[in-house]
């Protein structure tokens, strides 16, 4: 669906490089995860794959259409929310979605519809001056949604909301995937990452670090270890125990056959962890 290939952006117009040798590809009905710090490239990329910025230098293609060619058949298939929002404030919420569904020559959905999915259905005729921060979030992402895109860009879709909502939000962004719809997900949330993304890259200065599904990297630089509570003359222990040495393995086997286990995990590196463990930065 989403094709990139040596993809290179310089503000300037120099060497002095914002993306640098970006190469990578999103399969159709996959949720693609491009996670980094601020400033690590995430929305210059982002932009240049839907149109925002020039392609420069590189490759980039969305369901074979080149975005040095673009036209209303590549705005028709792709759905963008963005992080600020970027609505008619003079507007309601319904007006807002009623008149960016007219961008479209695609059937659209009823923004009705959208504006209740997403919990703005008591809102709908309020001009969007009267919306909070979280509210305007929402109305940007149900407006991504009108045409029913083939590929959605969604940059950091429930950054500042209440857990509720944020889950009503995640809950829509699966059942998008259910359907066959590409989702190119920017984001530093790296919980949230791990949650809804098939695959991830690591973005760090402009560049690609690591590419794979979040449990292949767990996997890859978990701790290989397990966390065991047990009662110890009727006092409740914990422990962590290597899975990696003959020693934890003997010291474990030994604990199974007491019968005192109460617990027993495995441990596992999260997302955030590896990235820092291998870009050697953290995600602030």
């Not at 792709?78 to 992080?83: A, C, L, W």
């Not at 292949?216 to 509570?229: D, H, I, M, P, T």
């Not at 110890?232 to 125990?241: A, N, P, V, Y």
Request: aromatic letters at 8%; glycine letters at 8%.
């Amino acid at each position: 669906m989403l094709n990139v290939k040596g993809l290179y952006h310089s503000y300037s117009k120099d060497e002095h490089y914002a993306v640098q040798d970006m190469t990578f590809q999103v399969e159709k009905g996959e949720i693609f995860g491009f996670l980094g710090p601020s400033g690590a490239g995430k929305s210059t990329t982002q932009s240049i794959l839907f149109g925002l910025l020039e392609l420069q230098r590189g490759e980039v293609s969305i369901d074979g259409m080149s975005v040095k060619k673009l036209s209303d058949d590549f705005f028709n298939m792709i759905g963008v929310s963005f992080e600020s929002p970027n609505v008619y404030k003079n507007l309601t919420g319904l007006e807002n979605l009623k008149f960016y569904s007219k961008m479209f020559n695609v059937a659209t959905e009823k923004p009705e519809e959208l504006l209740k999915e997403v919990g703005l259905g008591k809102d709908m005729n309020k001009k969007a001056s009267q919306y909070s921060k979280g509210m305007l979030q929402r109305l940007v992402f149900a407006r991504s949604m009108i045409n029913n895109p083939k590929i959605w860009f969604l940059d950091e879709p429930t950054s500042g909301l209440d857990p509720e909502t944020a889950s009503r939000i995640k809950a829509i962004i699966k059942r998008k995937k259910d359907q066959g719809t590409t989702i190119f997900l920017t984001t530093h949330n790296m919980n949230i990452a791990d949650e809804l993304c098939d695959r991830v890259a690591f973005v760090n200065d402009g560049k690609i670090i690591l590419i794979d599904t979040p449990q292949k990297l767990k996997l890859r630089y978990g701790e290989r270890s397990v966390k065991v509570e047990f009662m110890d003359q009727e006092k409740l222990r914990t422990e962590f125990i290597s899975l990696v040495d003959k020693q934890g393995q003997s010291q474990l086997q030994k604990l199974v056959e007491t019968g005192r286990i109460v617990t027993m995990h495995s441990q596992e590196a999260s997302l955030e962890e590896i990235f820092i463990s291998v870009v050697g930065r953290g995600l602030i």
